[in-house]
């Protein structure tokens, strides 16, 4: 046993010592500065240009022509709203002869409710949203009013440093409002293991661990878990430290614990189903005495070893000093702290590039991808931090450059667009494709927030764990044709229609979405309830209609285009083999609805 602790003595002097060498030097953790802004060309619209078309210089690369006017009211609809442009903004798009009407168009689509509805897919899975408690049980909880505060933030565009205060800490604040309170229910998304359970202690470390975890790879984009059991072995974090990070969690009464200031559940009376009702908001809260921390070894909570008081990393020395999450919160969205802002506009940029400037979104650390543009990113990260941390400020920024708005063709010479030659041309999320169908038979049902609904599923599919909870009953009348983002979401057996496409349980935090292509993705566009009975909606508008008619508007709602003649030819052609009756009509809204046109961002 000697023997045994002096090489994990000695293991752990190793590991401080690499640590410390070029700790300091590591990019991602020396504060932001604004670059000097290259040659301008002139194909740059905005000063992203100008680092981009620097870098393809350097590479003997060139852009890609402008996307067309179609694709690009598309892709900003998409990217924006997270629906498809419908017929009447096509064609005001395409006869508008304003010098900027793309953003003016950007302009409309970020005004629009459905912009944080689309802003908020990205979010929650960050803070592993989900309406049950998951391990086992998996028992049903009400998170919806959480989910409603991040979409309706995101549409008043909330300045990112209050969006991160208010739900690291909003408890913490003086005299905290309602909308602050239910703000912190990003940490009470937390899984948890509810009832008389033996390991409750268990469980309770399991949280903060998580909450943790799911801090910093939200904010820091570290993997501070690695730190858990023993020193990272990458970046300069001891297993000390870890532990006074833990400790400023520590203080969170957990599920069902007594004590005698606010509980984490307050009752708000909210609308449902036409009847002012009580809801009761899971919320954030300190004990009135702070428990004792102590450093688990090897992450063995009934192994205590020394005694920790919280604090920070010694890699952040310059920062304050941090007892509690306010202090945290308020660190994090310090000016000179290096991570905060790098982090957010990385993940911006991720979600109309396709990739991250750090392809490892969520590893900022000596081991993540270093920047593709380390110039770009440090001008964008000083710019979103001067102009009030606001995020569509930012969006607008990267939409309106020259490097968003190019077609996205392939380039052979550019394999992967790791120098931004071309548009990202990717998968959409399953909950984007299944609005679009929604969106393109006109059964889409615009309501904003509320409970979560339970649209249909083929049978035996999301029981609940326990026996106790009930079952999946299928909504009826406009809950059953609500946006994606407001299916039930629940951890063990989340909705087919979003796992089939690469969507997370939401147990624990994802920064990236794995996009796969796989023959059950066919499958479940062919034959998924919802998507067959859109089918047929959508077919029933259109009997009116002549046959070319119907091609050009079945082309305008499910591709926002209008076919080309071949494509019009060959479709009225396999029509009139098949009888040109309903079902024929529906086959052929089926083809559209699985055409790799439809089912991606180009």
């Not at 229609?497 to 935090?509: L, W």
Request: net charge negative.
């Amino acid at each position: 046993m000697r023997l045994l602790h002096f090489v994990l003595v000695l293991t752990q002097c190793f590991f401080s010592i690499v640590q410390a060498s070029g700790a300091d030097e590591h990019w991602a953790f020396q504060a932001p500065k604004r670059p000097t802004l290259p040659r301008v060309s002139s194909w740059a619209a905005n000063p992203i240009d100008a680092f981009v078309a620097a870098k393809q210089r350097e590479r003997e690369l060139s852009p890609s022509a402008p996307a067309s006017e179609t694709a690009l009211l598309r892709r900003l609809s998409l990217d924006l709203r997270g629906l498809p442009p419908t017929p009447v903004e096509q064609e005001r798009f395409l006869t508008d002869e304003h010098l900027n009407k793309s953003e003016r168009q950007m302009d409309r689509f970020m005004a629009s409710p459905a912009y944080g509805e689309r802003m908020a897919l990205d979010w929650l899975d960050l803070a592993r949203y989900a309406d049950t408690t998951g391990h086992a049980a998996d028992m049903p909880r009400t998170m919806w009013l959480y989910r409603d505060w991040v979409i309706e933030s995101l549409n008043e565009d909330l300045a990112y440093d209050r969006f991160t205060i208010e739900q690291l800490a909003g408890d913490l604040l003086p005299s905290p409002t309602e909308s602050q309170l239910i703000a912190t229910g990003f940490h009470r998304n937390s899984p948890q293991a509810l009832g008389n359970n033996p390991r409750k202690e268990e469980f309770r470390v399991k949280g903060i661990v998580d909450r943790l975890d799911v801090t910093g790879q939200t904010w820091l984009g570290l993997t501070l878990a690695c730190a858990e059991c023993h020193d990272h072995k990458h970046d300069p974090i001891s297993t000390r430290e870890y532990y006074q990070l833990f400790a400023i969690f520590n203080n969170v009464p957990h599920e069902g614990e007594k004590f005698h200031v606010r509980g984490p559940r307050m009752e708000v009376m909210r609308v449902v189903n036409g009847q002012a009702t009580n809801v009761q908001a899971q919320i954030m809260a300190e004990l009135p005495e702070p428990r004792a921390t102590h450093i688990h070894l090897r992450g063995d909570f009934e192994q205590p070893g020394d005694q920790v008081s919280p604090g920070l990393p010694a890699m952040f020395a310059h920062g304050p000093s941090a007892k509690t999450r306010l202090d945290l919160a308020h660190w994090f969205v310090s000016k000179d702290h290096p991570l905060t802002a790098r982090v957010e506009v990385n993940r911006l940029w991720q979600q109309f590039f396709g990739a991250g400037l750090v392809k490892t979104a969520d590893d900022f650390g000596k081991h993540g991808d270093a920047p593709t543009h380390p110039a770009l990113l440090d001008h964008l990260a000083v710019g979103f931090v001067e102009n009030g941390w606001s995020r569509k400020w930012m969006q607008r920024q990267l939409l309106t450059s020259a490097t968003y708005q190019q077609a996205s063709r392939h380039r052979l010479e550019d394999f992967d667009n790791r120098w931004l030659t071309r548009a990202g041309r990717f998968r959409l999320k399953g909950e984007v494709i299944r609005d679009q169908v929604l969106a393109a038979s006109d059964l889409l049902v615009s309501k904003l927030g509320g409970p979560s609904v339970f649209p249909p599923q083929p049978e035996g599919v999301g029981q609940f764990r326990d026996a106790t909870a009930g079952t999946w009953e299928t909504s009826v009348g406009e809950d059953r044709y609500r946006r994606s983002m407001y299916t039930f979401w629940q951890r063990m057996s989340p909705h087919p229609a979003m796992t089939t496409f690469d969507a997370p349980s939401r147990e624990t935090c994802t920064v990236t979405r794995a996009r796969t292509n796989t023959p059950l993705q066919a499958l479940a566009q062919w034959n998924e309830p919802t998507i067959t009975e859109a089918a047929g909606a959508l077919v029933d508008r259109l009997t009116d209609s002549t046959p070319a008619q119907r091609v050009a508007i079945l082309f305008h709602r499910c591709l926002a285009r209008a076919p080309t003649a071949h494509e019009l030819d060959r479709f009225l052609s396999w029509v009139d083999t098949q009888g040109s009756d309903r079902a024929a009509w529906i086959s052929l809204v089926s083809v559209l609805f699985n055409l790799d046109e439809f089912l991606t961002r180009e």
